[in-house]
Every structure is written in structure tokens, then in C-alpha cells.
């Protein structure tokens, strides 16, 4: 069976590659697509349906009813903004449909800070290249980001 | 299994006396280690998905078990 991710927010899809922190770029978590968010500020949403496993200001967990993981990482080194850039819209725990609001992330604050707003969407413990269908260029939340088979 | 790993991860860092500090995000344990000759990266590469280490600064990638696994080791130390 195809699972298909939905881009979570706004922006222009990259490959993790060009994601400065190689944790990511290296795919070390596994593969998937990064969204880089234009300027102001932007609402994160959930990537698919499923279970809010982990909730964080800065970066989010849903597990979808395959039981595979898709983590939204909203910027680089932003775990210590907390409030000051985030604004979260649920509780870890929460099912969630495939679109609804989850983080809203002041785009303006991170990178004010000097920080990326690169924002990774990954699949967890896919390993290198395990996704496929990546998108490229602009997106908006919904649109089809990658796939897998599950 | 948390409590396995966390001590398989401490025991890698040089142990509890090396530690300085350590902080769970969703991806990654950062940890701060006195003596970073005293890590043992091939036992934290088997531990964990990866690592990065610069200077004192060892992160350790774990994926999202990274708070539960903090809190373990913090209560090792």
C-alpha cells in the first residue's frame, strides 16, 4: 500500500541534502523532503492522519495507522525558542486529521536570531532514500510531498 | 529498554563522571562531556543512529525516545 505525506506548511521543497545539520541531510533519522518557508510567519499541519506521538514548540510527531512516524521539524537549533517563536495548537496524544493546525512557527523570530527555518519532513527509520515521489519547488499544505510503501 | 540503552549511552560517553551535561530534544541527546577522548563513538554509532561530535559538544541521534532517554541518564548521573 502507498502512503502519501502531505506537505505540512507553505514554502519550497528541497532535498534534505541541503538541510545544515546533518542529522538530517545525512538522513540519519531517515528520508523524506525539507520545506523552506517564505518570509512572515507560517501554520505547521499534520503531514498525514494519525496520533500526535510527540508535541514540541519546535517540532512534532504523528503516527499514522501503518505505525510509521512522520517527524515535522520546524527550523535548525530552534529547540530553545519555546514561545518565543512558536505557538502550539494541540496536546501530544491528540489523533489529528491530515491537515489540521498543529505548530504555528514565526518564520521572522528564528531567522532573526540567525537561525534556518529550513523546516524537515522525515520518515522515521526509513533510512537513506527510503521515500520516494519527492516534490520540488513550491508547495502548499496538502500538496504531495513524498510517498512510501508501507 | 530506555534504562538499557540510556546506561549503554552513559557507559560510551566516558561515564557518569564525564558528563556535564546532557539535553533531550525530539532528534538528537546533546551532551557536554569533560574529556571527549574518554567517548567511545563506535559503541554510541551502536547505540543510536548516528553521532556528531565537536570538541566537548557529543550529539547523539536517538530519534523522539531522545527525552525519555535523557531523563534516564540524568538520573544516572
Given amino acids: ?150 | 529498554m530506555a534504562d538499557e540503552k540510556a546506561g549503554a549511552i552513559l557507559a560510551a560517553l566516558g561515564g557518569a563522571g564525564n558528563v556535564v551535561e546532557v539535553e533531550g530534544c525530539i532528534t538528537r541527546l546533546r551532551t557536554e562531556v569533560r574529556d571527549p577522548a574518554l567517548v567511545d563513538e563506535a559503541a554510541l554509532k551502536r547505540s543510536s543512529h548516528g553521532v556528531l561530535m565537536a570538541g566537548t559538544v557529543v550529539q547523539v541521534v536517538v530519534g523522539p525516545e531522545a527525552d525519555m532517554i535523557a531523563d534516564d541518564i540524568a538520573d544516572l548521573l
Avoid at chain 1, 9 to 29: C, I, K, N, S, W
Avoid at chain 1, 126 to 140: E, F, I, K, L
Wanted: some cysteine.
Fill in chain 1, 1 to 150: 500500500m502507498t502512503v502519501q505525506v502531505a506537505a505540512p506548511l507553505a514554502g519550497r521543497a528541497v532535498p534534505l541534502a541541503d538541510v545544515p545539520d546533518a542529522v538530517f541531510a545525512e538522513q540519519m533519522l531517515g528520508s523524506g523532503v525539507a520545506i523552506e518557508p517564505a518570509a512572515g510567519s507560517v501554520t505547521a499541519v499534520a503531514p498525514v492522519a494519525g496520533n500526535l506521538a510527540k508535541v514540541h514548540p519546535h517540532a512534532y510527531v504523528v503516527i499514522e495507522p501503518s505505525g510509521a512516524g512522520v517527524l515535522v521539524h520546524l527550523g535548525i537549533d530552534t529547540v530553545g525558542l519555546g514561545d518565543a517563536a512558536f505557538t502550539v495548537h494541540v496536546s501530544e496524544g491528540d489523533d489529528v486529521a491530515a491537515g489540521a493546525p498543529v505548530v504555528t512557527m514565526d518564520v521572522d523570530a528564528v531567522r532573526a536570531r540567525g537561525l534556518s527555518a529550513i523546516c524537515p519532513v522525515v520518515l522515521m527509520e526509513s533510512g537513506p532514500d527510503g521515500t520516494r515521489d519527492h516534490a520540488s519547488g513550491d508547495v502548499r499544505p496538502g500538496d504531495p510531498l513524498f510517498s512510501w510503501e508501507a
